[in-house]
């Protein structure tokens, strides 16, 4: 059984940083890599990073209803493809989603047993720093980031599990935790007691 793990967090936060460490660190686990129609920045990899489309071959596979969930972002569609879901489970590995707020309810409604996970910053200021940190936005972009980070933030109480990311290596044990002990809820792995149990006549 394929567990899906929704990861959500206001830019800055941390949450791709912590994401790459969970991947590396815990096995079993396949990322979701999203389709926007955003430019690539930085070190940005086309079919690494995202998918990269054109606004019109997004529009078309979302009338196509390809997408599980998708939202439009500062002016760009973000989407999670159906397919992605359907390999992590031929696979049988955990899928793991880095997606906004707006997306991880969409996708919540649809797989209601999906463990979701929101990080943030310990404070704005913090926040801020990060931000500027990555040289990668200019300041009306940081400024609008900031803005609707508090937007976001109001969200908390939508997720199973809030995290927030004072220290890196601690963000990163407890990311790993949460996910390990998920795996280990009675009702994600029924299908692996029955037959044990068998093996006892009970």
Do not use: C
Not at 14 to 27: E, I
Not at 121 to 127: F, G, I, W, Y
Not at 150 to 158: C, H, K, S, V
């Amino acid at each position: 059984m394929t567990t899906v793990f929704i990861i959500s967090a206001p830019s800055g936060s941390g949450k791709s940083t912590l994401v790459a460490r969970l991947l590396a660190g815990v096995p079993g686990l396949m990322f979701s890599i999203s389709y926007t129609t955003r430019a690539p920045r930085g070190h940005d990899v086309d079919g690494e990073s995202y998918h990269f489309v054109s606004r019109a071959g997004f529009e078309a596979m979302l009338a196509r209803h390809e997408f599980l969930e998708w939202a439009e972002v500062f002016g760009n569609y973000y989407g999670t493809h159906r397919g992605i879901l359907e390999e992590a489970r031929r696979r049988g590995q955990d899928l793991v989603l880095d997606i906004d707020v707006q997306g991880a309810r969409q996708l919540k409604d649809q797989i209601p047993e999906a463990v979701t996970v929101f990080i943030l910053a310990p404070s704005r200021p913090v926040l801020e720093e990060r931000l500027r940190a990555r040289g990668e936005d200019r300041e009306d972009v940081i400024e609008r980031r900031l803005k609707d980070a508090a937007g976001e933030i109001r969200n908390y109480r939508d997720y199973d599990y809030v995290l927030v990311n004072r220290d890196l290596a601690d963000s990163d044990a407890v990311l790993s935790a949460i996910v390990r002990a998920e795996r280990v809820r009675r009702v994600r792995v029924e299908e692996q007691i029955r037959p044990i149990l068998e093996t006892f006549q009970l």
